[in-house]
């Protein structure tokens, strides 16, 4: 499915689903809705003296008026025309794509512009939206709805270079996020850590990045201990991935080369270990490795980006399972860096996984770093499932993490990281526990757990396990996985660039 940029008028389109956009409460239609109102005879002016459909953000009509070519016209609401974004246009976007799929249209056309003219950043964020909205995963599926055949974006005037680069930046990038949630939503049984390593070297080839993949062996002259441990229960052996993206542009002052490195847990399949999870939640264990998806989806999104400084990914990947060899509760592991820690509970293992990707990014010498993880339920219990917790020291940071969270729609929300919960994670058969024996404030103690082994970087750790699944759809959102933090990751490194 491609998005196509088009001058055309919305009326003058043959298109199985023409969706329109329709500002809430401004008294008198434009852009496209007042276009479409003129060829209908006030077709569109009819639905909104009915309060039906007041053109509330995503509200939506499906109306069949006369003087369209169109089979159908969806009313798509954009809100108030002050509170209009190109995050909010691309969750219209979206959803504008999810009912064309959903009423088997095979051609979908959308005039979304309010003006006489379409803007860089509406265009790119519509053609991303179109197709986050559009994404279905069906591999396993014997009755899903087809795919639209097309998807054009209509433009009041000429579909000019510029206009055209932005729709296909934004397709791009909504190709990068969709390929992400489908590794988070591909089952354990099909994807293990040595599948993912494959999906991340065609990945880094595509993009024209390099990829080193690490096996047990290599591991183990390393001193990768804590990835080892988690992945010996496993029939399929632990890897970790190294990406690296050189710079596409010259940094903007002499000197060294800065370096970005981002983390994703990989966790392909989490049973809990021998501190097993209940059956509730065992089924949604195969997102455990999001973070690592979101790192995927970060580096098939590069075309679309403009970086003057080295961007490395990490991965480290592991199957959390059961057997003779499998890790147990008391049993005490060494870190890359050499720190000792005393395992209390084999289901906080992706903060082990994390020990071991910090303690190799220390070789960058990195200007930032930034972690991923589904990492404790916790988060959960403290901040509901509308954002994902930020931990840093770093105040600048934190609020640039947090503005790129809030202009894509991954919002964060920082909490604390004092050393007094960091305290609470000293052991004494080892240097530190792997989980705290006290059940409060569980999301703080991991992060606390993983600041010691970020000691002297610039970090940050973003614990995506409240976010990365989505129980129902909305806007850009699909039921399932959803690739939460690869977008928040791509706008953040745009303002890391910019500056």
Partial sequence: MDVFLRKSNPAARATGVLAVGVAEGSGKLSGAAQSLDRSTR??????????????????????????????????????????????????????????????????????LHTGATLDVATASAAAEGAVLGHYRHTAYKSDAKPPLDRIELLSPGAATPRLATAVASG???????????????????????????????????????????????????????????????????????????????????????????????????????????PREGMSKMKYDMSGAAAVLGLFASLPTLDLPFKLVGLIPSAENMVNSRA??????????????IEVTNTDAEGRLLLADALGYAKRYKPDAVVNL???????????????????????????????????????????????????????????LLNSSERREGAACTAAAFLEHFAKGMRWAHLDIASTAWTYADRGEYTRGANAFGSRLLVKWLEGVAAR
């Fill in 42 to 111: 006030g077709a569109v002016s009819a639905v909104l003296a009915t309060g039906d459909f007041k053109g509330k953000h995503l509200e939506t009509a499906l109306i069949y008026p006369e003087g369209v070519k169109a089979k159908r016209v969806l009313l798509v609401g954009l809100g108030p025309q002050k509170t209009i974004t190109p995050q909010r246009v691309l969750a219209v976007a979206a959803t504008a794509a999810r009912r064309a799929r959903e009423l088997g249209a095979e051609t979908l056309a959308m005039a």
């Fill in 171 to 277: 397709e791009l990038r909504g190709e990068a996020t969709c390929l992400a949630r489908d590794l988070a939503n591909t089952p354990g049984q099909d994807l293990v850590p040595e599948q993912l390593a494959e999906r991340a070297v065609e990945i880094a080839r595509t993009v024209g990045a390099t990829a080193q993949v690490l096996d047990v062996p290599a591991m183990e002259r390393l001193g990768m201990g804590c990835v080892l441990a988690v992945g010996r229960g496993s029939a399929h052996a632990p890897r970790f991935v190294v990406l690296e993206a050189a710079p596409t542009s010259k940094p903007r002052r002499g000197g060294r080369v800065p370096t970005v490195v981002v983390i994703g847990k990989g966790v392909t399949f989490d049973t809990g270990g021998y501190s097993l999870k």
């Fill in 327 to 340: 890790l147990k509760p008391g049993d005490v592991v060494r870190a890359l860096d050499g720190t000792t």
């Fill in 373 to 431: 993880a589904t990492l404790t339920g916790a988060i959960s219990v403290a901040l509901g499932r509308a954002c994902a917790g930020l931990f840093t020291r770093d105040d600048a940071f934190a609020a640039e993490l947090t503005q790129a969270g809030e202009s894509v729609g991954e919002r964060l929300w920082r909490m604390p990281l004092w050393d007094d919960y960091l305290v609470e994670m000293k052991g004494d058969t080892a240097d």
